[in-house]
């Protein structure tokens, strides 16, 4: 496999602070991979300040980030580095022939690679991820090379579009701001490249450009796809909407399409308050004979944990009533201190991803993931690496396996996603658009499954 990185512009202030990835050999000290790379030790340890600590160990396996260093020019920080650290130069497309199911496939990523900002640090991870499945996919006889650029916010893409390693490229992952999408689409379309947009922007060139992949969906589309679930699988509950007061709330579109559905299906539902309806106003609105599905027009978890202590007292009162909720993606950041809760009320949450830390593939990759860059990976959800994981997996093995006729769409891959799954559509005559969703359902038999739709 081999990686490169450049940096978007050629000033010092904007140079990545590291260019490779070094795996330690046998019997590799600091001095030999510091002269290997042109820096010094001391520059080193800063690109990796786990070595300060006396605990830190330089053995064989262990991944070191490479810095540029510190004299490093405008063609320094443009010079693709080998990670094998030979210098043979990537090989360009040959010919119309040139069958990308028959070599290693080339890989660009242009994200914000810096630690300057929140968005920065999430594409490091998401990036190092990316990596992760280079490696795997490399046991299953898939070879990567990977070429990763430095695109920050206030960047032009432009200049980086004239370099010559872009346009060998099979596949891109990026941009994250919308600006840049338009340059980078139009080179994109020229040479038959596909574009990964991995991340919610808005970006039209979609329906025009067939070789697009738009990742994360639109959210009006979004809503008007769960809804439609939510009238499908529910036809047969009484639906409680709870109104919860939260001036905040960014619940409205949903919860306004839910009600002209549930009318329209001729679906029959209650409208309650968290705050202001009394005990037993708040009780009446559970249907008695039907099972109850609740809905919170907010998604914070305040109002959630003041709804679970109403839910209680209305089952103190009537034992026999059945209860669900329908939630959203917000709440499972609750999900370890609401845990219980959840299973009690067979808790349905809608979301594009679904994180299972305690399955073994999750482990297994937050091992390596800490073993290869000596910290966790972020508290977020999703998290950033294991999204990064399964795009450059799913990609990689799809034009491995299809070529450049890979579609994305439905059954064409036997992989199942660590976290987030794919299922792309073609819009019109332009690109492809991200179709997978589920529900994340929370079993009263205390087990967690994942409907997908």
Not at 28 to 53: D, R, W
Request: charged share 25%; glycine share 4%.
């Amino acid at each position: 496999m081999i990686l490169m990185l450049a940096s978007a512009q050629w000033s010092e202030a904007q140079i990545q602070k590291w260019r490779d990835f070094h795996k330690v050999k046998k019997k590799e000290t600091l001095f030999s991979i510091c002269h290997q790379y042109g820096i010094t030790v001391a520059e080193l340890k800063t690109a990796n300040p786990e070595m300060n600590s006396p605990e830190f160990v330089l053995k064989k396996g262990v991944i070191l980030a490479i810095p540029y260093p510190q004299q490093s020019t405008a063609s320094q920080a443009s010079t693709a580095v080998e990670a094998s650290v030979s210098e043979k130069p990537a090989p360009k497309k040959s010919s119309a022939n040139d069958d990308v199911r028959k070599r290693s496939i080339r890989l660009g990523v242009m994200l914000p690679l810096h630690d300057d900002s929140a968005d920065g640090k999430h594409m490091v991870e998401y990036y190092r991820g990316v990596l992760m499945a280079c490696d795997s996919l490399k046991k299953l006889g898939i070879s990567t090379d990977v070429y990763a650029w430095n695109l920050a916010e206030n960047d032009d893409v432009r200049p980086l579009l004239v370099d010559p390693d872009m346009e060998r490229l099979d596949i891109i992952i990026g941009p994250l701001y919308e600006k840049q999408v338009g340059y980078l689409s139009n080179f994109a379309e020229k040479l038959d490249i596909k574009l990964v947009i991995p991340f919610s922007i808005d970006a039209p060139e979609v329906y025009t450009n067939r070789n697009i992949f738009q990742v994360y969906q639109n959210p009006n589309d979004q809503i008007e796809s769960t809804v439609r679930r939510f009238c499908e699988w529910f036809k047969d509950y009484h639906p409680v909407i709870i109104d919860c007061g939260d001036k905040t709330s960014t619940k409205g579109p949903f919860t306004s399409a839910l009600r002209r559905s549930l009318e329209q299906w001729g679906i029959k539902y209650s409208i309650t308050n968290l705050v202001e309806s009394s005990a037993e106003a708040f009780a009446r609105s559970f249907d008695d004979e039907k099972p109850n599905v609740v809905v919170l027009n907010t998604g914070r978890s305040t109002e959630l944990n003041a709804t679970f202590g109403r839910l209680s007292a209305v089952s103190s009162v009537k034992p026999d009533v059945k209860i669900s909720m329908f939630g959203y993606t917000e709440w499972m950041m609750s999900a370890s201190v609401q845990l219980e809760n959840f299973y009690r009320y067979n808790v349905y949450v809608p979301s594009p991803f679904y994180t299972n830390l305690l399955s073994p593939a999750t482990e297994r990759l937050q091992q390596k993931y800490r073993w290869n860059f000596h910290q966790s990976m972020m508290q977020a959800l999703p998290r950033f690496a294991l999204t990064g994981f399964d795009h450059a997996y799913y990609f990689l093995q799809g034009l491995h396996q299809y070529g450049k006729a890979f579609d994305g769409a439905e059954g064409r891959l036997e992989h199942k996603p660590v976290q987030t799954p794919l299922k792309f559509e073609r819009i019109g005559n332009g690109g492809l658009q991200n179709k997978a969703y589920m529900f994340v359902r929370y079993l009263p038999e205390h087990r967690i499954e994942t409907l997908n739709y």
